[in-house]
């Protein structure tokens, strides 16, 4: 990309939180991950770059800060703008990915990033160690170094597991997405696995109307 790619990207993405206000969206969520363009500037496995968005952290981080702080100046104050980053890439280098991405999230923070969903950066081929609940610790680690709530996902599948994530100080919020493709009811399951007062209302109002009505007939 030349510089001028460069900024006609960023204004891209000024462009889309725009037109996401417009449309009545009231979160708004950078893919920062898995990848695609924001962390293929972080990270080093993919950022040859020999200019002022290549080499040390400060330039491979450029890239999203400058795009974080312009967002931030259209989408409103009142609403989060949230990033999901891949802070680590299981390449065997774990200790010193995860210490950068702590430093950039600081300065995303400081440029008014609220919360950051931690992913995984898929930059490279290495192997994830799939496990449940694999990356809550990581992002247990993010939330008590930056001061950032944080959110996850990847193999998180029990409720009971997923609400004690929050309370014990880990997350601030749970992403779920293969549970849900299996099973659409998972929300309202939780609800009632977790004791929840009326269960069904986690669902939409038209369905949870509905669902009360049956079961109180
Ligand atoms: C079929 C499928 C397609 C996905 N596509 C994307 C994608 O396009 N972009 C992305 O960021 N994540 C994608 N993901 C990853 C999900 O965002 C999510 O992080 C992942 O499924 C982990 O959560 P889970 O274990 O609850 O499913 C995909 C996941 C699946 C299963």
Redesign the pocket.
């Known amino acids: 990309m030349t510089l001028a790619d460069i900024r006609r990207v960023q204004q891209d993405f000024v462009a889309a939180a725009k037109r996401a206000h417009e449309a009545g969206f009231k979160w708004l969520e950078l893919?920062f991950?898995?990848g695609?363009l924001a962390q293929s500037f972080l990270s080093k496995h993919s950022n040859a770059r020999d200019d002022a968005y290549g080499g040390s952290l400060e330039n491979r981080a450029r890239f999203l800060v400058e795009t974080v702080a312009a967002v931030r100046q259209v989408w409103p104050e009142e609403f989060p703008l949230t990033a999901?980053l891949g802070v680590l890439e299981f390449d065997g280098d774990d200790g010193a990915n995860l210490a950068e991405s702590i430093d950039v999230l600081k300065r995303l923070k400081a440029h008014g990033l609220d919360l950051v969903d931690v992913?995984i950066g898929f930059s490279t081929m290495s192997p994830v160690p799939w496990a449940p609940n694999m990356l809550v610790p990581v992002a247990g680690q993010v939330r008590s170094e930056t001061g950032l709530p944080v959110a996850t996902?990847?193999?998180?599948?029990d409720a009971k597991q997923a609400d004690g994530f929050v309370r014990d100080g880990q997350l601030d919020l749970v992403?779920?997405?293969?549970?849900l493709?299996d099973n659409p009811h998972w929300p309202q399951q939780a609800a009632r696995q977790l004791g929840v007062a009326k269960p069904s209302w986690v669902l939409p109002t038209p369905y949870a109307y509905w669902l009360e009505s049956w079961a109180a007939a």
């Open positions: 893919h991950a898995h695609f999901r992913g996902s990847w193999l998180i599948a992403m779920v997405a293969r549970r493709l």
